[in-house]
């Protein structure tokens, strides 16, 4: 029995002691008694310890603030460094650093750019990638990444040495050294189905057993009392299928196969690789003794608390599963198919998830069109246990059903899915399930077949979540799911880790920390994303109706005035018909539904909106995809979450959700995956329309931050060359524009607002349907005056779809009536 303890104050911390220092004992697992070496009076240290933790992580998010509100205010371009002392190599060494606010900057002129650069992936966040300077910030949790794949703070602190022009300021080094004391230290590792806390140092073992609240769960008894001591797992022992190391490669390539210029390239970038070399040095250290580690087992029952408990002390336990030790979870065996090469930058972001021979929890971003779906499939194939995938819709559920079967030779009936139509089961003890999250979120009362599916997915535990496109979903979904699924690891998927709240905070801990993040620009020019040209196209407002929007009782209807500015939908409709003639599958977003529809009627396009029956929209999009007469259509906000979207190869945006870097980032991803994108100079196109001198060209600016950091360049072309030549050029004339004027001014000011359409799929979740309506909207009061009121309606519930049933012609003809005569009643009245 170990001696009581007093369960006031968190045991002492101790310095930081190698496992060597803490005793070597024989490499397999042994117990040794938990009260051994244990001085009551190491208590004294520990708060100290814990507060300078806090103090060093504290001021760091002063610092963090204050390096924001100096971007945000856009008043400092460059920083001033001339205080730091530069080393007499500098000119060869690419990183600056600045100690007040733990901002990296890279220069990727350097011959040292590439090093560099996997090494700053690994220990920072990108912030900012154009083309010449990149920055990067370190922050607690990029430094809690980097411990989790393997480094330790003498790591970092050596590979910053290497890179830096300058010596590295003290401050960055408290930094570093207090995230990554506290940060990896401590884990909680599944084995055999059962918890772990472990460490490698252990009396920070022991300090926590004694610490109030965990020693109250841990010694109901149920728990060993000892410490197991057992060997360190060895560092990269496992190999990730698809990679030149794979077996199905290997095979393909043919085993004698002399090795090629692409082979010696390859193994000398991965000599080269900064990481292996550091983790190399910290190998050669230990040559003669075998790394421990320190483990209590945690009862399923406590996990959550000691988890809890651990972070709010400062010791955060990461969570690794090790799959390859899993002896009660039966192996699901398969594979990449033979022949299958995961790309380098897929390699890279699973390395990052797979780095110490366990699977760690995390989220991984790639833009879309990379690839995320086969990076779920190789992190599936690499731990080859009962998976589960997480999509946001039944489509992208039986997308990733057939991916699976295309890239592994997973077996048929080892793969099911459930959704509201298909409640599958595998045949075999394990396999993939494949669901939605509404499917296992949903609290309403369930039918038999798919309550009877939950308790399959409840009753076992799966090696592996994978949770697609995370960007999108709550944090009290992540919950619910959690709660519901038991998964020993984590992989989360999306092209931009980017909310307008804070939500995405909570990430981080609900599914573990961001593990890779790739470059964007890197990923165009190795063809493996389309290059994009951007523009913001400015329209001048045109006299009559900046007047409207100069009026300080109109700017409720400021937004509609900018939107249906006349001179943007010229410069729309030209765009529209210059893309058509290159070939272009054109998209025009609109998230205004009043302008969607106006200019979509005017244009004799189709559209899509909230309000659009589901069959209405297959029959648009199939048509966008297939018939070389539909080339372009127009989407409401619905288009960014709810459809699948064929490809296009040019995007317009007429009227946008304010500042959403999300939504500028996602719709730019529309036309990433252009097919024809390693065609020779071949481009996609991006288009902002804004109209001048409007509140709209604030919010494109804040828009185009997120594509910019990326290092896309928004050109802005105040002349659309050739736009006064285009044939019936629409509100060419003041009688046209006056009528479009005083059309616009008759809405209801509610038509200026954008689609209801909730920023997540799931705030709504179970009442989804309800956004089939689409956006509230009346006639104003002199319509319904002129009794135009229905007739409004109906005509706005009309779709252009009806092109495809041929009726469209008397269509455009009796709403062209009756507009006419709804405009002639206003303007008598008026
Ligand atoms: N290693 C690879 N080798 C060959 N093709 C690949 C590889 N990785 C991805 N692809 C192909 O790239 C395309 C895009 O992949 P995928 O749909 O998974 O992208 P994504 O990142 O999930 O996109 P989105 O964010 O739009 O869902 C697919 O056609 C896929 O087959």
């Known amino acids: ?237 496992m190999v990730i299928p698809g990679t030149n190391d794979a077996a199905g490669v290997r095979q393909q390539l043919g085993q004698v196969k002399p090795a090629t210029a692409q082979d010696t390239a390859d193994a000398e970038k991965k000599e080269s690789d900064i990481l292996v070399a550091l983790r190399a040095e910290d190998d050669d250290e230990d040559i003669g003794e075998q790394k ?45 198919k033979p022949g299958t090469k995961i790309r380098d930058y897929q390699e890279k972001s699973l390395g990052k998830m797979f780095g110490n021979g366990r699977a760690k929890s995390g989220i991984i971003v790639l833009p879309c069109g990379a690839g995320k779906t086969l990076v779920g499939i190789t992190a599936a194939c690499t731990i080859k246990k009962g998976t589960v995938v997480l999509c946001t819709s039944s489509m992208s559920v039986v997308q990733w059903r057939n991916e699976f079967l295309k890239w592994s030779d997973l077996h048929p009936n080892d793969i099911a899915v459930f959704t509201s139509d298909h409640k599958e089961s595998f045949t075999g003890k394990t396999g993939v399930i494949v669901t939605t999250y509404s499917m296992v979120t949903q609290t309403r009362q369930r039918a038999h077949d798919a309550q009877k599916m939950m308790d399959f997915l409840t009753a076992r535990e799966w090696g592996l979540m994978i949770l697609d496109e995370v960007h999108v979903v709550p944090a009290s979904i992540f919950r619910r799911v959690g709660g519901t699924i038991k998964a020993h690891s984590k992989l989360g998927l999306t092209a931009t880790l980017l909310r307008e709240d804070e939500k995405i905070e909570d990430l981080n801990f609900l599914i573990g920390p961001k593990l890779y993040e790739a470059n964007w620009m890197e990923l165009s020019e190795q063809g493996h994303i389309a290059r994009v040209q951007c523009a913001e196209v400015w329209c001048p407002m045109t006299t009559e109706f900046y007047q409207e929007y100069m009026k300080k009782d109109n700017h409720r209807k400021n937004n509609l005035l900018y939107v249906m500015n006349p001179r943007k939908f010229q410069a729309c409709q030209f765009l529209i018909d210059y893309h058509e003639k290159r070939g272009d599958k054109i998209i025009v977003f609109s998230d205004n539904v009043y302008a969607l529809q106006t200019y979509a009627l005017k244009l004799k396009k189709a559209y899509i909106y909230g309000g659009t029956p589901q069959q209405e929209r297959m029959r648009i999009l199939e048509n966008f995809q297939h018939n070389d007469q539909v080339n372009t259509i127009f989407l409401s906000k619905i ?192």
């Open 292 to 336: 421990q580690v320190y483990s209590r087992e945690v009862p399923n029952e406590s996990v959550e608390v000691v988890t809890k408990r651990c972070q709010d002390i400062g010791y955060p336990a990461l969570q690794e599963y090790d799959f390859n030790n899993d002896r009660v979870n039966p192996t699901l065996d398969f594979d990449l």
């Open 1 to 237: 029995m170990p001696p009581k303890r007093k369960a006031t104050n968190v045991g002492g911390r101790p310095t930081k002691r190698t496992a060597s220092q803490a005793g070597s004992g024989p490499s397999s697992p042994q117990t040794i008694d938990s009260s051994d070496e244990y001085s009551e009076s190491g208590n004294e240290g520990n708060d100290s310890e814990a507060e300078r933790i806090s103090k060093a992580l504290s001021k760091f998010t002063t610092n963090t603030k204050l390096q924001e509100k100096q971007s945000s205010a856009q008043e400092q371009v460059f920083t001033d460094l001339s205080y730091l002392e530069l080393k007499p190599d500098h000119y060869d060494r690419p990183l600056w650093i600045d100690g007040r606010t733990n901002k990296i900057t890279l220069e990727t002129f350097s011959p040292m750019r590439k090093q560099a650069q996997d090494f700053l992936i690994t220990i920072a966040e990108p912030k900012s990638r154009p083309q010449f300077i990149h920055e990067y910030q370190l922050t607690p949790h990029s430094l809690y990444a980097a411990v989790s794949v393997g480094l330790t703070a003498d790591d970092i602190l050596n590979g910053l040495n290497k890179f830096l022009k300058t010596p590295i300021p003290k401050t960055v080094v408290e930094f570093i050294q207090a995230c990554t004391q506290s940060f990896g230290v401590v884990k909680l590792v599944l084995k055999q189905n059962k918890f772990f806390l472990e460490t490698s140092d252990p009396q920070i073992l022991r300090m926590l057993l004694k610490d109030e609240k965990i020693s109250e769960v841990l010694s109901k008894g149920r728990v060993d009392e000892n410490i197991i001591q057992e060997a360190a797992p060895k560092l990269n022992t």
């Open 639 to 830: 288009g960014d979450t709810s459809l699948d979207l064929p490809e296009a190869t040019c995007l317009i945006q007429i009227s946008s959700h304010y500042g959403s870097r999300r939504q500028e980032a996602q719709r730019l991803g529309r036309i990433l995956r252009a097919k024809r994108r390693n065609d020779e100079g071949f481009n996609a196109f991006f288009y902002s329309l804004v109209s001048k001198d409007t509140q709209e060209m604030v919010y494109s600016a804040k828009r185009q931050a997120f594509l910019i950091d990326q290092g896309y360049a928004f050109k802005v072309i105040t002349h659309l060359q050739g736009i006064d030549k285009l044939e019936n050029l629409a509100y060419s004339t003041i009688s046209e524009r006056k009528e479009l004027l005083a059309e616009v001014m008759l809405q209801n000011e509610t038509a200026g607002e954008q689609e209801q359409v909730t920023d997540d799929l799931f705030s709504s979740l179970g009442s989804r349907t309800k956004r089939k309506s689409g956006p509230k909207r009346s006639a104003g009061m002199l319509s319904d005056l002129s009794g135009g009121q229905g007739m409004a309606y109906i005509e706005y519930n009309k779709s252009v779809n009806k092109d495809f049933k041929s009726k469209h012609k008397s269509l455009f003809r009796t709403m062209k009536d009756n507009r006419a005569k709804h405009r002639q009643k206003i303007l008598d009245k008026a």
